[in-house]
């Protein structure tokens, strides 16, 4: 074949559309339950929205931005992820003045460039929650709890969360400066891009991933030592609202964040047995960014999760997930005339919502009969020509075998009760 699947991509075949149907759907239901509205936005914005919002240095427009010019000239991206583009929709419809509009939640497919691996894909698929317009720390535990419930609802087990406090802008120049102080004796031993990190963004410092660089992070300072006043007191008020909600979580301040935009809390769900994408789930708050993106100063917090991780997650604790939907009846029908006779019972099925498979292909009694078993359907309805004489129709159950003759009217009202 001459055409293959873009690399880091995927397609959700229907074997598997079961499974991905159900996590939609827990986390619609979930994400209702606290009184959240669902948005959607296109899957392009302007690519300077992100540039601005993510920050012009991070990994995210650096590297992983799908950029292209549409046919006039004009810069557009393929969303990396959905916060920029929600805060936009918020500002742009003055969803500020539309009441309780301040609780959204979405989900949809994501596009970054990285190296794909398990877990990681060009094009994935995330959900998430955005609360807007508070800075009260109840929202903070709210939003975490959301992504509690959720998981909770789905049976996952063995997940951590791990919250900080990466301050307000000034606290964050601050710790900056201690860290470059920190790291400018081990610069020379640094990787080439945590070089770059000490001058743009010494935090990301405490991201890397290359070996030689972690070893400087355990005797680096450490955020929570860089709050303010203000600050602190706020982080020591989420963690109050989260002990009174009983959510377990372990204090790291290593969590960074890949995205310029988070300001106080920070957290990220993990699944250790993951291996090297073990973040299941991240977020955090952002008081600056709807300013900064021409709203009107603006508190807010969220995060996402990727459905990806989440399945590959609950896979590996053997959670069941949906599979393919098998029918509930299968019509087997010998003869023309058959044929005709049974087509009102097919479409009365299916308006009441049933399932019901029919193959025109299949003539023999015996190649629909094999065709009904391995479709695993529950019934076989048979209209044979003696039923067709009689006017009725045999409903066989195809797990006990068990067969009667009843008229249509019979047989509709016992698989539609
Ligand atoms: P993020 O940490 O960049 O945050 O992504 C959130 C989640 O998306 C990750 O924890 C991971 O599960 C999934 N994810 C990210 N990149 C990939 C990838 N290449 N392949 C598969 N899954 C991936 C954000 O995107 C923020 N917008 C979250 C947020 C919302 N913060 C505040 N509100």
């Not at 009184?35 to 995210?60: H, K, Q, W």
């Not at 920029?84 to 309780?100: I, T």
């Not at 991933?209 to 860089?226: E, G």
């Not at 006990?400 to 009202?413: F, G, P, V, Y």
């Amino acid at each position: 074949m001459d055409y293959r699947i873009p690399r880091g991509t995927y397609d959700i075949l229907p074997e598997n559309s079961g499974k991905w149907q159900y996590v939609k759907d827990v986390f619609r239901r979930v994400a209702e339950s606290f009184g959240y509205f669902e948005i959607t936005t296109p899957v392009f914005e302007m690519a300077e929205l992100f540039e601005r919002s993510s920050g012009e240095n991070s990994d995210v427009v650096q590297k992983e931005m799908y950029r292209f010019m549409d046919q006039k000239g004009r810069s557009f991206a393929l969303r990396p992820e959905g916060t920029a583009p929600v805060v936009r929709a918020y500002v742009e419809n003055h969803m500020d003045k539309s009441g309780s509009r301040n609780k959204l939640y979405y989900m949809g497919p994501m596009f970054r460039y990285d190296r794909p691996q398990a877990g990681r894909y060009r094009q994935f698929y995330q959900y998430g929650i955005e609360f807007i317009g508070s800075n009260h720390p109840y929202y903070d535990a709210e939003v975490i709890a959301i992504e509690m419930a959720y998981l909770k609802a789905l049976g996952l087990q063995n997940v951590r969360l791990e919250i900080n406090s990466v301050g307000c802008a000034s606290c964050a120049k601050e710790y900056d400066l201690a860290l470059q102080d920190y790291y400018r004796q081990f610069l020379p031993e640094l990787c080439p891009d945590c070089q770059k990190r000490y001058e743009t963004k010494p935090r990301r410092l405490l991201d890397c991933k290359v070996k030689t660089c972690q070893v400087f992070r355990t005797d680096a300072p450490s955020q929570l030592d860089y709050l303010d006043e203000d600050c602190r007191e706020h982080f020591t008020q989420v963690r109050a609202y989260l002990d009174a909600s009983g959510i377990k979580y372990l204090v790291n301040p290593a969590i960074v964040r890949g995205l310029d935009y988070y300001t106080n809390t920070a957290f990220e769900l993990i699944v250790d047995a993951l291996g090297a994408q073990k973040s299941i789930a991240g977020g955090g708050r952002y008081n600056a960014l709807i300013s900064q993106i021409g709203g009107k100063d603006t508190p807010a917090i969220g995060f996402a999760g990727g459905f990806e991780r989440l399945l590959l997650a609950l896979e590996k604790e053997s959670i069941p997930l949906p599979g393919i939907t098998l029918p509930k009846v299968y019509c087997i029908a010998i003869g023309d005339e058959a044929q005709m006779s049974m087509l009102p019972i097919l479409s009365k099925l299916r308006q009441s919502g049933i399932y019901a498979d029919y193959n025109p292909d299949k003539t023999s009694f015996k190649a629909q009969m094999k065709a009904a078993d391995s479709s695993r359907a529950e019934f076989a309805i048979i209209l044979g020509e003696d039923e067709l004489k009689q006017g009725d129709f045999i409903l066989k159950n195809l797990m006990t075998s068990e067969q009667e003759r009843l008229s249509a009217e019979d047989l509709l009202q016992r698989l539609t009760q």
